[in-house]
């Protein structure tokens, strides 16, 4: 593209409507790298302000070679779980307003958790997920991102796990949601194998609806879905560099989801470090992961397309810490509280890297806070589109001003709300309300009206509850809360022995 540049600026003076005008606005092509399930010390890059066991246990060059290359988010958040903060990352809603706020799976049907839950009845909330069409009662109608790309003209690849709708509804499949092409996306939020030798599940007895669609051709083969995945992505991304065409890359990694499975190219050097097993392949699964990155960064290196070419690399939920795991429970994202499923940081915190080049500082850091439905109006806002029309109401907001070096003033709170049940017990975990305002936070848990204020910036571990010591603090964000919860017809649930409407969180000061 740069030869061609030269070419039109020579004849610019001879010419008064040249090639390059057009050239000079070809939308920059974009890769929104996506992990599941990883936490924010999942990692060799340090997210915090110091470099903890965890940096020094896992092995991810490639996302230490992005953080040099662009700018590193220290306080980058999603939702405790899979679904909400999918959707809330194709549509820029808020979870509270676009009522996907548990995980999907089975059409019209919530899951046995919630329904045997001992004292709460659940709202009905959208169980179907994300729908590109109008009509179900019970998914969130909204223009996916993916859509707004595409008609825009760019060439949109889903590669792994998508997870937006139910089975059997439009959403579950990509193709329905704008994007061109689709590599093993479907509405499972994990794949039944990883493994090529196992047919990524396909062919099992009770495993139909975890087995991996597609990819056929790995079948039998000695390969890790997350490779699988990635040589098709580069695949994918051929034909449109071929074509001259903008890409909209979203490689939505199943790993590091459970099963928790080796990945035997790396696995033997966690084992031989002394981890137990458990944890050697969840770190073989990470450094895997991380090929994936370096494979693509590669490869647009390869076809010089980098000087146009974006990468966001962001997770889904805080690292899985409750079950599944060796060691000790809820200590997997220290110094963080807790994991996936939970209100505490360990939930919701999430390693994110952003590379623009020209626009990002390289090796730059970055301490403002981003919440999973600011990526909707950033992307869009990279691409150049700026008069969207949406069905959707987009709560997030753009963070391209902090990628070009703009500081912010004033603090928005950031919101999550999860009127539902996870299954497994443990700090922060359950039906809750959060805000956070700055350095301070406050969680309302929904069973027993049970509030937690913690000053992030004094105590990332959410070790002290303040809510005694600062109840002036704590009122005031209650309020903040209450007014979004409000405002946005959040749904909460009700007790069971009374039929009783859980109490907004002012209600009880
Ligand atoms: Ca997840």
Known sequence: MRNLKLFCLGFVLLFSACESEELEVMPPNIVLFFVDDMGWQDTSVPFWEQKTLFNERYHTPNMERLAKEGMKFTQAYATPVCSPTRVSLLTGMNAARHRVTNWT????????????????????????????????????????????????????????KAHLGAIGTPGENPL?????????????????SYLGTENFGNGVEGKEQWAVPGLEKYHGKPIFLTEAITKEALVAMDSAVTGKQPFFLYMAHYAIHTPIMGDDRYLQKYLDKGIDSTEAKYASMIEGMDKSLGDIMNYIERKKIEDNTIILFMSDNGGLSAHARGGTPHTHNKPLSSGKGSMHEGGIREPMLVKWPE???????????????????????????????TVQKVDGES????????????????????????????????????????????????????????????????????????PEKAKELATTLTNHLKAVDAQMPSHKATGEQVKYPIELF
Request: proline share 8%; glycine share 10%; hydrophobic share 40%.
């Open 399 to 470: 963070f391209v001003p902090v990628l070009k070096g703009e500081v912010f003033n004033g603090v928005r709170p950031l919101f999550w709300h999860y009127p539902n049940e996870w299954g497994p017990s443990g700090p922060g975990i359950g039906a809750a309300s959060t805000v956070r305002k700055g350095d301070w936070k406050f969680i309302y848990y929904h069973v027993d009206g049970r509030m937690e204020l913690f000053n992030i910036k004094e105590d990332i571990g959410e070790t002290k509850n303040l809510i005694e010591e600062q």
């Open 176 to 192: 329905n949601l704008g994007f061109d092409i689709n590599i093993g996306g479907h509405a499972a939020g994990a794949p039944a």
């Open 359 to 389: 626009v990002t500082k390289p090796a730059s850091v970055s301490a403002h806070q981003v919440i999973i439905e600011d990526f909707y109006p950033t992307i869009l806002e990279m691409a150049g589109i700026d008069s969207l029309q």
């Open 105 to 160: 799976l089975i059409k019209d049907s919530i899951q046995p958790m919630e329904r045997d839950h001992p004292s709460l009845t659940f709202p009905a909330w959208n169980v179907n997920g994300l729908s590109p069409v109008s009509g179900d009662p019970k998914a969130v109608f909204a223009k996916p991102l993916s859509q707004a790309l595409q008609d825009a003209g760019y060439f949109t690849i889903h590669s792994g």
